[in-house]
């Protein structure tokens, strides 16, 4: 099991979402995510009303390895980050235990005001430290 400073891991994790610069991208991809790590979104609940109108009893999206987790990123910040109107935060509450870590995260302006979203990250390590698997669970 890696020794590492866990708060400072999830903090690196949250700012690659925030991130502008696609070569920032793509180096703190490496350095936090291993070659074959997998990302797992449970979609909002409205996503999941959807899909289940359209017949699919679940929906889970998912993203392998270093060019899918960029495209992923990517794509989140230009959704949501880019155009000025939201950053991603901590919310500080990381645990770990062996080596599962799970924090929570928000979505709010980046003038201020009231949180757009919030999820859970659940996050399994490798013996390097580097993330395996990356469950995220959008909650609202």
Same mark, same amino acid.
């Given at each position: 099991?890696?020794?590492?400073?866990?708060?400072? #891991?999830?903090?690196?994790? =949250? *700012?690659?979402?925030?991130?502008?610069?696609? @070569?920032?991208? !793509?180096?703190?991809?490496?350095?936090?995510?291993?070659?074959?790590? =997998?990302? =797992?979104? !449970?979609?909002?609940?409205?996503? /999941?009303?959807? *899909?289940?109108?359209?017949?699919?009893? !679940?929906? =889970? /999206?998912? *993203?392998?390895? #270093?060019? *899918?987790? @960029?495209?992923?990123?990517?794509?989140?910040?230009? @959704?949501?980050?880019?155009?000025?109107?939201?950053?991603?935060?901590?919310?500080?509450?990381?645990?770990?235990?062996?080596?599962?870590?799970?924090?929570?995260?928000?979505?709010?302006?980046?003038?201020?005001?009231?949180?757009?979203?919030?999820?859970?990250?659940?996050? /399994?390590?490798?013996?390097?430290? !580097?993330?395996?698997?990356?469950?995220?669970?959008? @909650?609202?």
């Amino acid at each position: 099991m890696a020794d590492i400073d866990i708060h400072d #891991h999830t903090d690196r994790y =949250v *700012a690659v979402w925030n991130e502008p610069d696609a @070569e920032r991208h !793509r180096v703190a991809i490496r350095e936090l995510w291993s070659a074959d790590a =997998v990302h =797992v979104l !449970r979609p909002p609940r409205e996503s /999941l009303q959807t *899909a289940d109108g359209l017949g699919f009893d !679940r929906l =889970v /999206l998912e *993203a392998r390895g #270093h060019h *899918a987790l @960029e495209f992923r990123v990517t794509r989140a910040h230009k @959704e949501f980050v880019a155009p000025g109107t939201f950053v991603f935060r901590s919310r500080g509450n990381t645990e770990r235990l062996h080596d599962v870590v799970k924090f929570n995260w928000s979505m709010a302006p980046q003038d201020g005001g009231e949180i757009a979203g919030v999820g859970l990250e659940i996050l /399994l390590l490798g013996p390097d430290g !580097r993330l395996v698997s990356d469950y995220q669970f959008i @909650e609202g």
